[in-house]
């Protein structure tokens, strides 16, 4: 049994080396959702999420931030959303949430995000 454990471990840091698109695990759905970003220093600033998934998202910001920096997203109609930056490539951001989101709130945003992006007439 232990070997087996060991192997597992031995699998997860070669994971860790891999590149994050040859890591996830989780569906992206790519997305333009504004919201907003406090970091841990409690500055705040408008960003626009990328893509998302249940376990994380891709945001632009215009807010240098460091890996492992903890950060909160704020979207409309959604409770805040704890992460942790994983990448950082100029503007560009990848967050990984501290608890996945569940399906259903992911969808409420995606179907959200779809109604406001419809003509008045067609929601």
Same mark, same amino acid.
């Given at each position: 049994?232990?070997? *087996?454990?060991?192997?597992?471990?031995?699998?997860?840091?070669?994971?860790?080396?891999?590149?994050?698109?040859?890591?996830?695990?989780?569906?992206?759905?790519?997305?333009?959702?504004?919201?907003?970003?406090?970091?841990?220093?409690?500055?705040?600033?408008?960003?626009?999420?990328?893509?998302? !998934?249940?376990?994380?998202?891709?945001?632009? !910001?215009?807010?240098?931030?460091?890996?492992?920096?903890?950060?909160?997203?704020?979207?409309?109609?959604?409770?805040?959303?704890?992460?942790?930056?994983?990448?950082?490539?100029?503007?560009?951001?990848?967050? *990984?949430?501290?608890?996945?989101?569940?399906?259903?709130?992911?969808?409420?945003?995606?179907?959200?995000?779809?109604?406001?992006?419809?003509?008045?007439?067609?929601?």
């Amino acid at each position: 049994m232990r070997r *087996h454990s060991m192997a597992g471990l031995q699998d997860k840091r070669q994971a860790a080396h891999q590149p994050a698109t040859e890591r996830r695990y989780a569906i992206r759905i790519n997305v333009q959702i504004d919201a907003e970003m406090v970091d841990q220093g409690r500055r705040r600033c408008s960003v626009t999420l990328t893509n998302l !998934s249940i376990t994380g998202c891709r945001f632009e !910001s215009d807010f240098l931030l460091r890996m492992n920096a903890p950060i909160t997203l704020q979207i409309e109609g959604v409770d805040p959303i704890m992460g942790e930056v994983v990448w950082v490539e100029g503007k560009v951001i990848g967050c *990984h949430f501290a608890q996945p989101l569940s399906p259903t709130i992911c969808n409420r945003i995606i179907r959200t995000l779809r109604e406001r992006a419809l003509p008045p007439q067609n929601r």
